[in-house]
């Protein structure tokens, strides 16, 4: 069974920065983020593949980059220019290809204070 440990969750201002890690314990095609906000439904922020495409959400274009570190098995998520509407449960999310995986991690919760 694949396992997905995030860390880097945490609570910011409106403007500042913070990275999300996290790490699997297989090699997988696809790696990312999904945010679910509070009240709302959980969707794709940013996902890369091995081969260094990487997709993302059109909130997230230009603020922030998602990369990886395949020989750790390991995606990242800088987070740029952070808005209160960036807040939410972040989770990071494994798989054969584009789209949603089916390995989640545990959830690491990001707070943007205005």
């Known amino acids: 069974q694949v396992q997905l440990v995030e860390s880097g969750g945490g609570s910011v201002q409106a403007g500042e920065p913070l990275t999300l890690s996290c790490t699997a314990t297989q090699d997988l095609d696809a790696l990312g983020w999904f945010l679910q906000p509070p009240r709302d439904a959980r969707h794709l922020v940013a996902q890369?593949?091995?081969?260094?495409?990487?997709k993302y959400a059109e909130s997230a274009k230009g603020r922030f980059t998602v990369s990886r570190d395949n020989a750790k098995n390991a995606v990242y998520l800088q987070m740029n220019s952070l808005s209160p509407e960036d807040a939410g449960e972040y989770y990071c999310?494994?798989?054969?290809?584009?789209?949603?995986?089916?390995?989640w991690g545990q959830g690491n919760q990001v707070t943007v204070s205005s």
């Open positions: 999310n494994a798989g054969y290809s584009l789209g949603t995986g089916p390995f």
């Open positions: 890369i593949l091995r081969d260094g495409t990487a």
